[in-house]
């Protein structure tokens, strides 16, 4: 028996897998299978769990919920990328969340739209931060919608989307059912080959399934996006000061449950506790060494051919 690559179509032999993981909330086995042929490592079964976005296990979705305003590094480079030339630029963002980007992107002068599987942080979006067009829907349900209401985009964003997706190939041509002629697709991936890679999932959940279904590389996702015959540039993101700061602090804070460790996500982000303000100064070589080494992420631009 053969198992498929989600992104390819190779087969790859059942009991050719790398590892297993065991997610004990559901009391289910995943297994990562590498694809040889496009690079792509990934879990199987790919079922997507719609509970596990609702229900705060990762504590992401908890802040999500609150309504914080949290930008990302890959945020801020695509706001930055289009600083004096959104006027009026139709914006989708898929997997919105509780609306940070859009939120910020409108007042950059973005026509904005958002969906995202997740009720609780599109009601975040809606009644926190006052967007308007956020739906609560999959992606199937938004492009029947758009269909119907005529709804067609410039650019269409999805920021640390893809590796949840079950039907990489699939995501990605609806995407394009949704694109103006001309129109862009900019987000970003965890990247697989990141430092200590390893060490940051040792005790989390978030990398793995059913959260994330899909490893990549650079060559990865780039291959993925020829395949589905989008032209892609594809580079490594270097992460903020804020951003390792957080990792640290998330990390001690996953191992010790200290509440010290705990960092507001708010654009404030530095908080009045001396003792954390402290610890901040205490890691800022470290932050500052891991600055120049360290690849968390990988950022794509694509447009159809």
């Not at 504590?59 to 930055?80: A, N, P, T, V, W």
């Not at 059913?210 to 993925?224: S, T, Y």
């Not at 010290?260 to 003792?275: A, T």
């Amino acid at each position: 028996m053969s198992i498929i690559c989600p992104s390819c179509g190779n087969e790859i032999r059942e009991n050719y897998f790398k590892r297993k993981y065991l997610y004990k909330p559901l009391n289910k086995e995943y297994k990562l299978y590498h694809c040889d042929k496009c690079d792509l490592e990934f879990w199987t079964p790919l079922e997507f769990v719609k509970e596990v976005y609702e229900n705060e296990e990762v504590r992401g979705y908890e802040e999500f919920h609150q309504g914080l305003i949290d930008l990302k590094d890959d945020h801020l480079m695509f706001l930055s990328s289009y600083e004096g030339k959104a006027d009026r630029l139709k914006l989708l963002d898929i997997g919105c969340g509780n609306g940070s980007l859009i939120y910020k992107a409108q007042e950059c002068g973005f026509d904005v739209y958002g969906i995202d599987v997740d009720s609780k942080s599109i009601q975040a979006a809606s009644e926190k931060l006052g967007l308007k067009n956020v739906y609560n829907m999959s992606l199937d349900e938004f492009v029947e919608y758009a269909k119907k209401e005529g709804l067609k985009f410039d650019v269409i964003t999805f920021f640390q989307v893809l590796e949840h997706q079950t039907d990489p190939s699939g995501f990605i041509q609806k995407v394009r059912k949704l694109l103006n002629p001309g129109g862009k697709i900019i987000g970003s991936v965890p990247n697989r080959n990141r430092l200590f890679a390893e060490f940051s999932r040792s005790g989390r959940t978030y990398d793995f399934p059913p959260h994330h279904f899909l490893w990549f590389n650079k060559k990865a996702l780039e291959n993925i996006f020829l395949i589905n015959s989008f032209e892609v540039r594809v580079s490594k993101l270097k992460p903020s000061f804020k951003r390792i700061i957080k990792l640290i602090f998330d990390l001690f804070y996953d191992r010790t449950k200290l509440g010290i460790f705990k960092l507001s996500v708010s654009e404030r982000f530095f908080s009045n506790s001396v003792i954390q303000n402290v610890f901040i100064l205490v890691f800022s070589p470290i932050v500052l060494i891991l600055q120049g080494i360290y690849n968390s992420d990988l950022y794509f631009e694509a447009s159809g051919e």
